[in-house]
């Protein structure tokens, strides 16, 4: 009984003593870790389809003969990024390394944005021992999250006049919505110019919208087009029109075509010529061979004719040139 007396009056002693030297022997003692990360540039894609999130992990080194007992927290500037720890507090052995992963996350197409992030490691006990705040150590290492760019359009794309005639003009409209997460410069391209061009259409970019906002909408004017004077024939042209949404050089988003028609009516002339105006020479060579067949049948049966009137059927014997003398 004694015995455990001793031994408990030694251990309420001792405790005193921690109690009443502990600061003492706390500023004595290597309170400090080393906090490191594996980066410090954590990026979050935001794009439709991606996950919008990202881990990094750090090590919290303990070099001293002794474990320590770490807090963990996480202060991040701004509210569009939510950050988490895998563990709020580790217990790091004598000569030893854990390791803790941090996530962060952002909602799909936030806006584009950098924010900086501050890993705190505190040392809060030594051993069973706790520190008090006085000597407690704190260890800070800094991050940099961002929220990446992306580009897209909402797109289409209409003619104003959906008719036209050679030495007209007429519009292209389009309707256009940034759906990405930053401003943009838009522009507007034929992708089928060549081929319209060859036709005598000659569409020019409208350059009216510049800098549309975050999710900036405009409805206007993208093309002016005008038919050439001399248009050969009415036909239904397709006119392939897409748009390019820019923020630099290496980040644009290109739409789909979008597919105009327009009919570009010729004024006929009337006469014979409007009726064979489209027609190949082909089709011409063979209208000629059938009038001249038709005209060479027309002339057999007007001479047939004369003759069975004059002659009361006598035959071809019965025929002199006077049956041959008439006029067209």
Not at 97 to 104: I, M
Request: glycine share 6%; hydrophobic share 40%; aromatic share 6%.
């Amino acid at each position: 009984m004694r015995t455990v007396q001793r031994a408990l009056l030694l251990g309420l002693a001792c405790l005193l003593a921690i109690q009443l030297y502990s600061q003492d022997v706390q500023a004595q003692l290597e309170v400090d870790v080393t906090l490191t990360c594996e980066s410090n540039q954590v990026e979050l894609d935001v794009s439709p389809g991606s996950g919008g999130s990202e881990s990094v992990v750090c090590s919290i080194e303990n070099g001293a003969m002794y474990e320590k007992t770490v807090a963990l927290s996480l202060n991040i500037s701004g509210n569009d990024v939510d950050a988490s720890l895998s563990d709020s507090q580790v217990v790091v052995a004598a000569s030893s390394t854990e390791q803790v992963s941090l996530t962060f996350e952002a909602a799909i197409r936030s806006e584009s944005a950098d924010f900086s992030v501050d890993l705190d490691a505190t040392v809060e006990k030594i051993g069973m021992v706790p520190l008090n705040q006085q000597v407690q150590s704190t260890q800070t290492h800094s991050l940099t999250v961002s929220i990446l760019a992306f580009t897209e359009l909402e797109y289409s794309a209409t003619a104003f006049t959906l008719k036209s005639a050679p030495d007209e003009s007429f519009n292209i409209s389009a309707k256009v919505r940034n759906t990405g997460n930053t401003p943009v410069d838009v522009d507007f391209f034929i992708s089928n110019n060549d081929e319209i061009l060859a036709k005598g259409i000659d569409c020019k970019s409208e350059p009216t919208i510049r800098d549309l906002e975050l999710n900036g909408y405009v409805d206007q004017t993208a093309m002016q087009c005008t038919v050439s004077s001399d248009y050969e024939k009415s036909e239904e042209v397709v006119i392939k029109m897409y748009a390019r949404a820019k923020k630099t050089s290496d980040l644009e988003y290109i739409s789909p075509d979008q597919s105009v028609r327009v009919s570009v009516e010729v004024p006929s002339e009337g006469g014979f010529s409007s009726l064979t105006e489209d027609l190949s020479e082909e089709d011409l060579q063979v209208l000629m061979y059938a009038g001249g067949g038709l005209l060479l049948l027309l002339i057999v049966l007007i001479v047939m004719v004369r003759i069975s009137r004059s002659r009361g059927g006598g035959g071809v014997d019965a025929w002199d040139d006077e049956d041959f003398d008439f006029e067209l």
